[in-house]
């Protein structure tokens, strides 16, 4: 029987955890008290529509992770799952969660109920990108509004106290964005930069080495591109045992932090 290489299955219905649409729910009843600082229309549209958007992505980013067809023939050479009989192709991974095999994947998370991997992983980024601006956005109004505000004692404290509950979606926000830009730049994902002692084809890579970097200009260039294809993209190597390994200032012939 002739051997075909795997490809996407279909969009999945995906369910959010019933903890984190509370929680999605309480931002936006914590966004609407900001948007009551709005002093002008064109601004609360935007900060709406930033509202609007981020929602909108954390219920659609899940459906298309880059989950594979199951049970069909495979490429020789190929990793076999033995849960979803296929073959993986590098960087796939089975999850346990969603019970299917993810094409890059990235991570499993939480607050869309789904993986994160090759078809999805660029919407995923956008949506902390407009998370990360509507939540600074609905900070600097609740602040601006409290240093300016006289004789209004109660709706002062109110206004601290749902600064004091965004900070913190704000922090998290600004962090996994921070973190996702640093994975793009190398070519990493977090299962590979988090678990790389256990990855495989990661054992014997230096920790210096991204073995899927092509530099920054390619790398994001990449991120651009993946997922477009009806099947994986085929990851090549960039660095092999025995080619030169990059100076690290974390680990080098000098010194060794770890």
């Known amino acids: 029987m002739e051997q075909q290489t795997p490809t996407f299955s279909s969009l999945s219905r995906t369910r959010i955890p019933s903890e984190a649409l509370s929680a999605w729910v309480f931002y936006l009843g914590l966004s609407s008290v900001a948007l009551s600082c709005v002093i002008s229309w ?6 709406l529509l930033l509202h609007l958007v981020s929602f909108w992505l954390m219920v659609t980013t899940g459906r298309t992770p880059g989950y594979l067809k199951t049970g069909s023939d495979d490429e020789a050479g190929l990793r076999r799952c033995e849960v979803c009989n296929i073959g993986q192709p590098l960087r796939t991974k089975h999850c346990h969660d969603c019970k299917q095999c993810v094409a890059t994947f990235d991570h499993h998370c939480f607050w869309i109920g789904a ?8 919407r995923f980024l956008i949506m902390l990108l407009a998370l990360s601006v ?3 956005l609905d900070l600097t109004l609740l602040i601006t509004d409290i240093l300016t505000m006289e004789n209004k004692r109660f709706l002062k404290i109110l206004y601290i106290v749902c600064s004091v509950l965004l900070s913190f979606p704000a922090l998290l926000t600004l962090v996994l964005t921070s973190y996702h830009t640093y994975l793009i ?10 678990s790389r002692l256990s990855i495989t084809y990661l054992q014997d890579v230096p920790f210096s080495v991204c073995l899927f970097s092509k530099g ?21 190597p960039q660095w092999k045992v025995g080619d030169p390994v990059p100076f690290s200032l974390c680990d080098n012939d000098y010194w060794n932090c770890c």
């Open 216 to 236: 920054l200009i390619g790398n994001v260039a990449e991120f651009i591109n993946r997922g477009t294809s009806e099947v994986p993209f085929r990851w090549e």
């Open 115 to 122: 993986c994160v991997g090759e078809k999805n992983h660029r």
């Open 42 to 47: 064109e601004l609360f549209a935007i900060s």
């Open 134 to 136: 509507s939540i600074t």
């Open 185 to 194: 730049c190398t070519a990493q994902t977090t299962w590979e930069n988090l």
